[in-house]
């Protein structure tokens, strides 16, 4: 792929690496890759998504350093891997269907879009943002009841006597682990319960990965034809053509991966936290009425955020996510391109 260093006045070009679409890739290798690569960066990420998630079902806020001298005190180095195990075998599974639904409709719409006439970066674009949103609602079949019983495993915290989750208004059940989780689950509130905040998920992450990854493709675009000549090499094979063409070797291809991913979590991050923190609580916390425990409503969800802490408690935990949405977008971004390239089928194979 060739994009132009500057409009008109320029008779520059920067060589990117071609997009890789779903008919190039092995499959196999693809998927199998892609498991062993992102059990690795969910492991590294995952102490950070218990900070945030705790911090957002606290009724007042409490900084996240302060947050994990607590977890370290009271229940150790595994106090922040709770629930990790239920999370590492949900994620495979997801993260396969999440791939697979982002790689046909990006190549699909990709084509549809370039047909009807528009222009390759604006093709780029809707692709992405398309492909953002059906990869999120697809994985959020797997994802939402994951998050629901890892989430309750992740804020099943101890004080020192062991007596009371350092939580308040969770759940009064006690996990041992992620299966035992599971069926106290089933068996109170049946399936609806393991879909607690199917649809919020749905309202925060489908929207919230459509501009994610159309953020990323404009942010990639800008960021080429803006330094692409000075992180580049001259491409001499492209002399002859009459423009001088520039080729930028892995380690600049990394680094505007890394910048345009962390651009994007930015934007999205601070665009979904408030329907983010709204559904960790559903899918969490309870409601207690007459002596029962019950579910909480969105609504219900509303009024105690506005009443704990005004518009300002919506964004608890905005660090500790921003965070982990900017080294969980540039460590996955990476990986994913990595893969991609890695799992390409070789030339004989594409031309049979």
């Known amino acids: 792929m060739s994009l132009g260093a500057a409009e008109d006045d320029s008779a520059s070009e920067i060589h990117i690496p071609a997009e890789i679409d779903w008919h190039m890739l092995d499959k196999s ?37 302060k947050m994990s001298f607590q977890i370290m005190c009271y229940e150790g180095f595994r106090g922040f891997y709770r629930g990790f195990g239920t999370s590492l075998m949900g994620t495979i599974p997801a993260r396969a269907l999440y791939m697979t639904a982002l790689e046909i409709t990006k190549s699909n719409v990709g084509t549809a879009t370039v047909r009807l006439g528009f222009s390759d970066t604006t093709a780029t674009t809707i692709a992405n943002a398309a492909a953002g949103l059906s990869s999120a609602m697809a994985a959020q079949l797997i994802w939402t009841p994951v998050d ?104 600049a291809v990394v680094a505007v991966q890394t910048l345009s991913a962390a651009m994007a979590s930015g934007v999205s991050a ?47 935990g905005l660090g500790p996510r921003w965070a982990s949405m900017s080294m969980s977008a540039t460590t996955m971004i990476t990986t994913y391109e990595f893969l991609k390239r890695h799992s390409t089928k070789s030339q004989e194979s594409l031309r049979s």
């Open 148 to 251: 629901v019983v890892s989430q309750r495993l992740m804020v099943q915290g101890y004080s020192k006597n062991n007596s009371k989750t350092i939580v308040p208004n969770v759940s009064s059940c006690r996990y041992s682990n992620g299966l035992d989780a599971f069926r106290k689950i089933l068996v109170a509130d049946g399936p609806r319960g393991l879909y607690r905040g199917f649809g919020i998920s749905i309202l925060a992450y489908a929207p919230s990965n459509a501009v994610w990854w159309a953020s990323y493709s404009v942010a990639n675009r800008l960021i080429w034809g803006s330094f692409g000549c000075h992180i580049s090499q001259k491409d001499e094979n492209s002399a002859s053509s009459g423009c001088t063409g520039y080729k930028p070797n892995s380690k």
């Open 270 to 316: 601070l665009i979904t936290m408030p329907l983010d923190t709204i559904k960790t609580r559903l899918q969490v916390l309870d409601a207690e009425e007459k002596g029962q425990r019950r579910p909480l409503t969105a609504l219900q969800t509303v009024r105690n955020l506005v009443k704990e802490g005004g518009f300002a408690a919506c964004y608890r």
């Open 29 to 65: 290798k693809f998927f199998f890759l892609g498991a062993a690569l992102f059990s690795g960066v969910s492991a590294a990420l995952y102490p950070i998504v218990v900070l945030k998630t705790r911090q957002q079902v606290l009724s007042t806020p409490i900084s996240s350093f």
